[in-house]
T-cell receptor, first 114, second 114 residues
Framework: DAGVIQSPRHEVTEMGQEVTLRCKPISGHDYLFWYRQTMMRGLELLIYFNNNVPIDDSGMPEDRFSAKMPNASFSTLKIQPSEPRDSAVYFC????????????FGPGTRLLVL | AQSVTQPDIHITVSEGASLELRCNYSYGATPYLFWYVQSPGQGLQLLLKYFSGDTLVQGIKGFEAEFKRSQSSFNLRKPSVHWSDAAEYFCAVGFQTGANNLFFGTGTRLTVIP
């Protein structure tokens, strides 16, 4: 299996621009998670989906962030407008049910907002 | 409230020495417990996990961890560290609350010196 695929791997943008991060989970995994990692806050769960439906988005920092999962093989995390404090590494992970199953992480997208 | 704590931010060990990384959680029941490793510029990779049964679990790369209910701990150990073990290590806890997400500790950075 190819593992979780994320694109782009690196993104540099200017404040105010829209940023879209993409994720392809492992085939057959019903759960998809978006995390953000920063030095200050560590690894934070932003949102997760089950069977393409958002289950818990309480970690999404504010309305500038949105996530979608239009089908079982694709998800996006969008930031509009972006701000310098959004600079972080964003990880996507997927897993099978139930909770005990391992989450498999993608390589991450390193975002820098200038 | 549920929480997971990794008290050591940074640990330095000599190659060949033994290693123990600490993880404590706060929860009323037995959680699901994981250790992940993150190499620089990479995503997280599962080292081992505990759900039930034998409290000493073996993982990949020669790591093991022991669940101690009385101490609410799940410490990671390795008898002889290799230079390639230098990385960031995350303890994660899944709670039986019906929410299918993990809570991650803040991580412990391991440096290995010759």
């Amino acid at each position: 299996d190819a593992g979780v695929i994320q694109s782009p791997r690196h993104e540099v943008t200017e404040m105010g621009q829209e940023v879209t991060l993409r994720c392809k989970p492992i085939s057959g995994h019903d759960y998809l998670f978006w995390y953000r990692q920063t030095m200050m806050r560590g690894l934070e769960l932003l949102i997760y989906f089950n069977n393409n439906v958002p289950i818990d988005d309480s970690g999404m920092p504010e309305d500038r962030f949105s996530a979608k999962m239009p089908n079982a093989s694709f998800s996006t995390l969008k930031i509009q407008p972006s701000e310098p404090r959004d600079s972080a590494v964003y990880f996507c992970a997927s897993s099978r049910p139930p909770l005990q199953e391992t989450q498999y992480f993608g390589p991450g997208t390193r975002l820098l907002v200038l | 409230a549920q929480s997971v704590t990794q008290p050591d931010i940074h640990i330095t060990v000599s190659e060949g020495a033994s290693l123990e990384l600490r993880c404590n959680y706060s929860y009323g029941a037995t959680p699901y417990l994981f250790w992940y490793v993150q190499s620089p510029g990479q995503g997280l990779q599962l080292l081992l996990k505990y759900f039930s049964g034998d409290t000493l679990v073996q993982g990949i790369k020669g790591f093991e961890a022991e669940f101690k209910r009385s101490q609410s701990s799940f410490n990671l150990r390795k008898p002889s560290v290799h230079w390639s073990d230098a990385a960031e290590y995350f303890c994660a806890v899944g709670f039986q609350t019906g929410a299918n997400n993990l809570f991650f500790g803040t991580g412990t950075r391991l440096t290995v010196i010759p």
